[in-house]
């Protein structure tokens, strides 16, 4: 074959291999999708000292599709959304989830577990988080609000967490809900959390560590509903235009 003809057909052809090359990587993503789930699996240990893995981990087979998984659900194209497993007696370290391998995970519920280590700093697109009793230990990392600024559930109760409340927490503009009690926090409780959060409605941060006045900003949180701060080194009074805010609230709500 004179050359020409040669580079005339490389060229027709590379259409073709790029549409193969790209269909083999596809299938390859999806066989992929579940590997970062179970190495995590195989980093826990047994639950309650057996030699099982925790029965709602028990469905996490390879032979099975990942979204039917317990405690899995994906959204329409096959995308883990969110990782819901609330008391299933984990034991491990969090950190060894690849959070990076689940760009569209919205909520991640892990509470009432054994989870230990630190609170990953790459968790990307999420709404929810719920890590409340753990074993989780560490600073709340600073990088978090970067990563997840559309978070509007957080709860980091009961764990073994120190430092300070970053300030930069109040660049999540989108919380509604914000619980890091039970914990040995420190610091101040800065003004922005109030100012910067227009639509928070429960803020418990009791009984921890913290110091330093109240901040008269609580009464910019116009729809504030619960605020627990007991058992810390706080000073000062509830704003009384927040106070009558939530004796109107409570007039006006009705009770079953």
């Known amino acids: 074959m004179a050359p020409s003809t040669r580079t005339q057909a490389s060229l027709l052809l590379n259409p073709f291999l790029l549409l193969i090359c790209s269909s083999v990587s596809s299938a390859i993503g999806q066989e992929a999708r579940p590997w970062p789930l179970l190495r995590w699996k195989s980093t826990l240990s047994p639950a309650n000292g057996g030699d099982q893995p925790s029965s709602l981990l028990l469905s996490w087979l390879p032979a099975k599709p990942t979204c039917s998984w317990s405690g899995i659900r994906c959204d329409a194209t096959g995308h883990v959304t969110e990782i819901s497993l609330p008391g299933a007696g984990l034991h491990g370290m969090l950190g060894a989830l690849n959070f990076a391998a689940f ?25 929810y988080l719920d890590l409340s009793g753990n ?15 559309g978070m509007r559930y957080l709860n980091l109760s009961s764990n073994r967490l120190r430092g300070p409340m ?9 919380m509604r809900s914000f619980n890091v009690s039970n914990n040995k926090l420190t610091g101040e409780i800065h003004p922005a959390l109030f100012t910067n959060w227009p639509e928070i409605a429960s803020f418990h941060a ?10 008269p900003e609580i009464s910019n949180a116009t729809k504030l509903q619960s605020l627990l701060l007991y058992n810390n080194r706080l000073y000062g009074q509830i704003p009384v235009e927040q106070q009558s805010h939530w004796e109107n609230a409570a007039r006006n709500h009705k009770f079953d």
């Open 103 to 127: 760009p569209a995970l919205t909520k991640l519920n892990l509470t009432g577990n054994n989870t230990t280590g630190a609170i990953p700093a790459n968790v990307t697109s999420l709404m």
């Open 135 to 149: 074993s989780l230990s560490g600073e709340i990392p600073n990088t978090l609000p970067a990563m997840v600024r």
């Open 206 to 215: 009791q009984t921890n560590s913290l110091a330093g006045g109240i901040p």
């Open 166 to 174: 970053p300030r930069w927490l109040s660049d999540m503009r989108e």
